[in-house]
């Protein structure tokens, strides 16, 4: 099965191209041109409803959006790869909880620090959501602080598909804040830019 991978350079498409990659499977990356928000445009409409990136397309044509979705199912499509904990296990239940938690909790806090005007008017509102947001967003990363069990993955038990989500939205923080207050996160995320079948992908994705 040949995946295809819809998103832009340094966007959370980067999570999809790091779980394709560590399981070894054929992809190919369809860029957006994001800058001009051909993410908004009808065209991308077609795949991706909600105009956000990544979207996952198969050879088949099946579509499939939502970053833990997709993360979820390539893990079941090909399990011999163990990229998440088994069906049933308690560490699965623990790197789902860490997922969603990001993709829930801080993942929509990004879009409301990028894009301030799309949830108010006034340049004055737009200024203090940018600012709530990130101050939630930094509580929110404490609280995943705390709880890495693992050293230096989020697992106790060793690398899962949890901390290539964690890596790519970790690395939109502001570094040096990352260093002093999320020393663990910190230390995870240096581990896993350091996995040689991502290089290529942080290549794209981390500057
Ligand atoms: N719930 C979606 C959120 C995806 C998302 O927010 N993607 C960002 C990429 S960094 C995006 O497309 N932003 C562009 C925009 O909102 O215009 C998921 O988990 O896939």
């Known amino acids: 099965m040949r995946y295809v991978i819809h998103g832009a350079p340094g966007s959370g498409s980067g999570i999809v191209e790091a779980v394709c990659a560590e399981l070894g499977v054929p992809y190919e990356v369809r860029d957006l041109d994001a800058r001009n928000d051909e993410h908004r445009g009808d065209a991308y409409a077609g ?3 909600h105009r956000k990136m990544p979207t996952l397309e198969t050879e088949d044509g099946e579509i499939l959006t939502e970053s833990v979705a997709i993360v979820i199912a390539l893990d ?3 399990p011999e790869a163990g990229l998440l904990p088994p069906p049933g296990s308690r ?3 623990q790197a789902l909880r860490w997922m969603v938690f990001l993709a829930t909790e801080v993942y929509p806090l990004v ?6 005007t799309r949830f108010v008017d006034s340049a004055d509102g737009a200024a203090a959501i940018r600012e709530r ?3 939630l967003q930094r509580e929110r990363w404490r609280v995943l602080e705390a709880n890495v069990g693992g050293s230096p993955y989020c697992l106790a038990s060793g690398f899962s598909a949890t ?3 964690i890596t790519k939205l970790g690395v939109w923080l502001d570094r040096e804040w990352r260093r002093e207050h999320l020393p663990r996160v ?9 996995r040689p079948r991502l290089a290529p992908v942080w290549a794209r994705h981390v500057r």
């Open 91 to 93: 560490d699965r239940a």
């Open 163 to 165: 901390d290539l989500y």
């Open 76 to 78: 079941e499509r090909h």
């Open 111 to 116: 879009e409301m620090v990028d894009y301030p």
């Open 47 to 49: 795949l991706n409803p």
């Open 186 to 194: 910190d230390a995870l995320i240096a581990a896993v830019l350091a």
């Open 133 to 135: 947001a990130e101050a």
